[in-house]
């Protein structure tokens, strides 16, 4: 796979619109984005929806245990109205309904699975299982996750996917974790990145991408650092790189 963009929309475009929506991924395109991160998370009965946290509150009108909920109780949720009255009644989507979305937009896609404890498999089979059935074009497709269990496994079942561990901070072992997977690429925050870091991981053949930045000014450097794509939750601000792209 060549990575064919320097600017992925984070949740979407969490700053455009409400994060993880449909709208989001909508308000991403608009925003010039040629890929978009959203989070792919478990819930009761076996249901994969987009959504980042373990709390409902935050980003819906509903409360309670994300991991909990039926799918017919997040069906039922405005996901919008908290960001603003213009997106009153938009919807936590499903992840069919994210792919079918994404691919109908043209869009490359950075799923991360957001899985804390040790069960993987009661997620990762899914999630891998939807991608098998429904997404088309691997490589407009990335799977990442903090959870390096759950990649492994992703590893295990698809050994083609691109894989992408992410890190607040990377660990000095990472190279070994990123070849346990043959992973695609190394994402991380790039608050905590150093040069040498970012040089040693390109060195090494990884693509390296940097979440969230949303000041370009604050990641300047990075490119030179030898940074592939940054994660934004606002691709507007990154426009100026679309020629270069």
């Not at 960001?83 to 994404?102: Q, R, Y």
């Not at 407009?140 to 561990?165: E, T, V, W």
Request: with cysteine; proline share 3%; aromatic share 8%.
């Amino acid at each position: 796979m060549e990575l064919n963009t320097k600017v992925m929309g984070h949740r979407g475009a969490a700053l455009l619109a409400p994060e993880n929506t449909l709208a989001s991924i909508r308000a991403a395109v608009s925003a010039g984005a040629t890929w978009v991160e959203i989070d792919v998370y478990l819930i009761a009965e076996g249901g994969l929806v987009i959504f980042h946290d373990d709390q409902l509150d935050r980003c819906t009108n509903g409360s309670g245990v994300t991991r909990e909920a039926r799918p017919t109780d997040i069906a039922a949720l405005d996901a919008g109205s908290h960001f603003s009255a213009d997106f009153a009644g938009e919807k936590v989507p499903t992840l069919l309904e994210a792919l079918e979305c994404i691919q109908s937009l043209g869009l490359g896609l950075n799923l991360e699975i957001k899985h804390d404890t040790a069960d993987v498999d009661t997620i990762v089979p899914a999630v891998m299982a939807m991608l098998r059935d429904h997404w088309q074009d691997n490589n407009k497709l990335m799977i990442s996750s903090f959870n390096l269990a759950a990649l492994q496994l992703c590893y295990d079942i698809g050994d083609q996917r691109h894989l992408a561990p992410l890190y607040e901070f990377v660990p000095e072992d990472w190279a070994e974790q990123l070849a346990s997977i043959k992973a695609y690429s190394l994402n991380c925050d790039y608050l905590n990145l150093t040069q040498d870091q970012a040089q040693a991981i390109k060195a090494a053949g990884y693509k390296l991408l940097c979440y969230t930045a949303n000041d370009p000014d604050a990641v300047a450097e990075y490119w030179a650092w030898g940074m592939d794509a940054v994660i934004t939750d606002d691709p507007t601000r990154f426009a100026f790189l679309s020629n270069q792209q």
